[in-house]
């Protein structure tokens, strides 16, 4: 793995949960954290690639402590079962990591009916986070990690349209979930201020993961072709790994990250009124406040 910027001392000894955590960026990130030190709990929808991600870590990790938790966070009852869980187990949670996402080239809705790019890119870290947000906050000094993209430029919110069901695109939907990433990132930390919890968002870069595998044969193959341009998963989660543990960014709060640097996000990231209006939403479609 390239080195993030900085040193991950902060995040040694302390507990962190990944979302996405059996591939991509996701893995990436849980390996190197739990190889920092800290106590890493991973959310992942299969049990098989969850142990396989265990018996990994362990590899490199040999101390490590590391706990499974399985849920698909397309599902909403899954999302509050596993905050639930880990809320009962009494630990703290001083770094949470939303990296887990799709991309549909097709319009597809989750079984609670919400259009799936949607629900899983921008509604399960909302309702992740805010589940989860007043252990975060009795755990403070501590972090919250969105991964968005800068493809959130080439989107804006729709919000008679949020759901694609007017007009659908592969592109159109991943960008306008990564906006209300960087949007709920900015909002959130509005709302933090003076509590000791920082909140801050990333854009990877092109990365070769599997974010469009289950978008058919042409193109999946197609992402391949790309994939050989791009960054490793290790190279992409530099940013993320070194929001989540590095000692350089303590007391930063609500930026933009690229390349473990601080960036400016598109012009309609900043607008505050959407955001407001798109965490009220949000909280209306997750039923939490």
Not at 20 to 25: F, I
Not at 114 to 141: C, G, W
Not at 257 to 280: G, P
């Amino acid at each position: 793995m390239a080195a993030a910027k900085g040193n991950g001392e902060w995040i040694r000894g302390k507990t962190c949960m990944i979302t996405g955590a059996t591939s991509g960026l996701g893995r990436a990130t849980a390996i190197e954290l739990a190889r920092l030190g800290a106590h890493t709990f991973l959310v992942c929808r299969s049990p098989e690639r969850g142990a396989d991600l265990v018996r990994d870590i362990e590899r490199v990790a040999p101390q490590a402590r590391v706990e499974l938790m399985l849920a698909d966070l397309s599902i909403q009852s899954q999302i509050r079962d596993v905050a639930n869980s880990f809320l009962g187990k009494g630990v703290p949670l001083h770094a949470l990591v939303n990296n887990a996402g799709v991309f549909n080239m097709k319009r597809e809705l989750t079984a609670d009916g919400i259009e799936t790019v949607f629900a899983v890119n921008h509604l399960a870290y909302f309702m992740l986070t805010l589940m989860l947000l007043d252990r975060i906050k009795q755990s403070a000094p501590a972090r919250i990690v969105n991964v968005a993209s800068d493809l959130h430029k080439r989107a804006s919110i729709d919000f008679d349209d949020l759901g694609g069901e007017k007009s659908f695109g592969g592109i159109s939907s991943y960008g306008q979930s990564k906006l209300a990433n960087i949007l709920f990132t900015y909002e959130l930390s509005r709302r933090l201020a003076g509590t000791g919890v920082t909140v801050n968002c990333v854009h990877p870069g092109g990365v070769a993961t599997n974010l469009a595998n289950s978008n058919g044969f042409i193109v999946r193959n197609a992402w391949k072709a790309v994939a050989l341009f791009m960054k490793s998963p290790e190279d992409g989660a530099s940013t993320q790994i070194y929001l989540a543990s590095s000692p350089e960014v303590e007391g930063v709060t609500g930026k933009y990250f690229i390349d473990c640097h601080e960036a400016r996000s598109s012009v309609e990231s900043y607008d505050a009124n959407i955001a407001r209006k798109l965490w009220d939403i949000s909280a209306k479609m997750t039923a939490t406040s």
